[in-house]
């Protein structure tokens, strides 16, 4: 099931006892639901102070539920927010968890709220090759936890290279390992919807304060959002 093809005149009450009667989850339900009166609020209130009481709130309930008992939830509630608000909403818990992993992020921000996140790890791959290595795999775990925990989250995949000049050679080289990634990937996780774009950028957009030529530069980078 998923919330997204419960119809919307459908209230939130409704919408958390449908989650209760087919997952036979004994969740909390009360919390969640004086939270969705003051959510339904926030769309069009200017009190930050207000607006960020009921985003922690909603973290932390969010936090305190199993996973699998909030799929779907997610999508009914990037409906009642906004998308962007939804994903601001997201974003401290995903930037925590990258942070514990060695994993850079970077905000897209618009109006103020995060819009995306990009995620920027570094992915070893054999000189000019585009195979992954078992312990590269392992790298990926991270990108995964985050796919399983988030089912709602889509994400972009680009590849990055270190080289100092664009060739059509790193351009194919990027392509090849950006799509190395998704296929192991989809190998571990059933996200072939999820995916929306892959694609190797050669080294036409270097670090910001990195000149091109510089190995850091040399990159994969999940870009996630909401669609």
């Given at each position: 099931?998923?919330?997204?093809?419960?119809?919307?005149?459908?209230?939130?009450?409704?919408?958390?006892?449908?989650?209760?009667?087919?997952?036979?989850?004994?969740?909390?339900?009360?919390s969640?639901?004086?939270?969705?009166?003051?959510t339904?609020?926030?769309?069009?209130t200017?009190?930050?102070?207000?607006?960020?009481?009921?985003?922690?709130e909603?973290?932390?309930?969010r936090?305190?539920?199993?996973?699998?008992?909030?799929?779907?939830?997610?999508?009914?509630?990037?409906?009642?927010?906004?998308?962007?608000?939804?994903?601001?909403?997201?974003?401290?818990?995903?930037?925590?968890?990258?942070?514990?992993q060695?994993?850079?992020t970077?905000?897209?921000?618009?109006?103020?709220?995060?819009?995306?996140?990009?995620?920027?790890?570094?992915?070893?791959?054999?000189?000019d090759?585009?195979?992954?290595?078992?312990?590269?795999?392992?790298?990926?775990?991270?990108?995964?936890?985050?796919?399983?925990?988030?089912?709602?989250?889509?994400?972009?995949?680009?590849?990055?290279?270190s080289?100092?000049?664009?060739?059509?050679?790193?351009?194919?080289?990027?392509?090849?390992?950006?799509?190395?990634?998704k296929?192991?990937?989809?190998?571990q996780?059933?996200?072939?919807?999820?995916?929306?774009?892959?694609?190797?950028?050669?080294?036409?957009?270097?670090?910001?304060?990195?000149?091109?030529?510089?190995?850091?530069?040399?990159?994969?980078?999940?870009?996630?959002?909401?669609?």
């Open positions: 099931f998923c919330f997204s093809i419960i119809v919307a005149s459908c209230s939130f009450k409704e919408q958390i006892n449908t989650v209760n009667k087919n997952t036979n989850s004994d969740i909390e339900c009360k969640l639901l004086e939270l969705s009166e003051e339904l609020l926030l769309k069009n200017n009190d930050n102070k207000k607006r960020k009481q009921v985003e922690l909603f973290q932390n309930i936090k305190k539920v199993e996973t699998d008992k909030l799929v779907g939830l997610g999508s009914y509630c990037a409906t009642i927010l906004g998308k962007v608000n939804y994903f601001s909403m997201m974003k401290e818990d995903l930037k925590e968890f990258a942070k514990h060695q994993i850079q970077q905000e897209i921000k618009n109006q103020n709220k995060t819009e995306r996140l990009i995620l920027s790890q570094k992915i070893p791959f054999p000189q090759r585009f195979n992954l290595s078992t312990e590269s795999e392992e790298l990926l775990k991270p990108i995964l936890t985050i796919l399983s925990k988030y089912p709602e989250i889509h994400i972009k995949i680009i590849a990055h290279s080289e100092r000049r664009i060739s059509q050679f790193d351009i194919w080289l990027t392509d090849k390992r950006a799509n190395s990634i296929k192991s990937l989809l190998k996780e059933n996200i072939q919807d999820r995916i929306q774009m892959v694609s190797g950028f050669s080294c036409f957009q270097p670090l910001p304060g990195l000149k091109k030529g510089d190995p850091e530069n040399e990159r994969i980078e999940f870009i996630l959002f909401l669609p």
